[in-house]
Nanobody, 124 residues
Framework: QVQVVESGGGLVQAGESLRLSCTVSGLPFASYGMGWFRHVPGKEREWVACINWRGEYTNYANSVEGRFTVRRDNDRDTLYLHMSSLQVEDTAMYYC?????????????????WGQGTRVTVST
């Protein structure tokens, strides 16, 4: 059974940083691309960033480019999202997702396993 568990969310002030983690079990983590998404109630889920299976390729949404960094530690079966210069607009539930193959994309349908999310709240 595949399990995807996010952690690290919390309440921070605008301009501060936060690091999210995502641990995956039940499949060979190092063989799959990974993605981060976020969701605000009343809006569609938004792709944030992704990374391929070896961590050589990353891609970011324009809204977070230059502020967020996605990394992975395949020895620890863990994905990270380093978020800096946080803005109120970054407030959302953040989700980690496992792609169906080695690469990643901004397209939701390629992601087959999802976590329950971790909440990030950015205050002024």
């Amino acid at each position: 059974q595949v399990q995807v568990v996010e952690s690290g969310g919390g309440l921070v002030q605008a301009g501060e940083s936060l690091r999210l983690s995502c641990t995956v079990s039940g499949l060979p983590f190092a063989s799959y691309g990974m993605g981060w998404f976020r969701h605000v109630p009343g809006k569609e889920r938004e792709w944030v960033a992704c990374i391929n299976w070896r961590g050589e390729y990353t891609n970011y949404a324009n809204s977070v480019e230059g502020r967020f960094t996605v990394r992975r530690d395949n020895d620890r079966d863990t994905l990270y999202l380093h978020m800096s210069s946080l803005q109120v607009e970054d407030t959302a539930m953040y989700y980690c997702a496992v792609a169906s193959g080695e690469w990643c994309s901004s397209t939701e349908h390629i992601y087959k396993h999802w976590g329950q999310g971790t909440r990030v709240t950015v205050s002024t």
